[in-house]
């Protein structure tokens, strides 16, 4: 299986525990990996064969800008089931980081990883009936 990748999709949105970071926004920045079959892309050098990446990243930047979560793992979940949803593609992995959270003394970036595939997805449509 092939994959393709973006990095660094950076979104100012409005997530956290805390109120003022609900109210006030905050930069987050997403990186995904999508499993999909680049086979007849590769080979008729056809974007109407291709995963569109450009719709990927959309995809992304509506549903971190438009929700509200506590959490970045309420995030990174939405995010894999949208792309799971939306996207011909096998399986995701979705990495949602928060540049300087605030923590006292701490200067870096909190982060949570999730990967997903159509199997998870499936189970998640079953607990929901």
Request: hydrophobic share 40%.
């Amino acid at each position: 299986m092939d994959k393709v990748s973006l990095r660094g999709i950076d979104v100012y949105a409005h997530h956290g525990v805390h109120p003022a970071e609900r109210e006030l926004g905050q930069r987050f920045v997403i990186d995904v990996d999508l499993w999909v079959d680049c086979a007849i892309a590769a080979r008729t050098d056809s974007l109407t064969a291709a995963l569109d990446y450009t719709e990927v990243h959309r995809r992304i930047c509506a549903v971190t800008a438009e929700n509200s979560f506590h959490l970045i793992e309420a995030l990174a979940g939405r995010l894999c089931r949208a792309l799971l949803e939306g996207f011909p593609v096998d399986r995701v992995r979705v990495r949602v980081k928060k540049p300087n959270p605030p923590i006292p003394s701490f200067l870096g970036t909190a982060a949570v990883t999730f990967e997903r595939d159509q199997a998870w997805l499936e189970d998640e449509r079953g607990r929901q009936k």
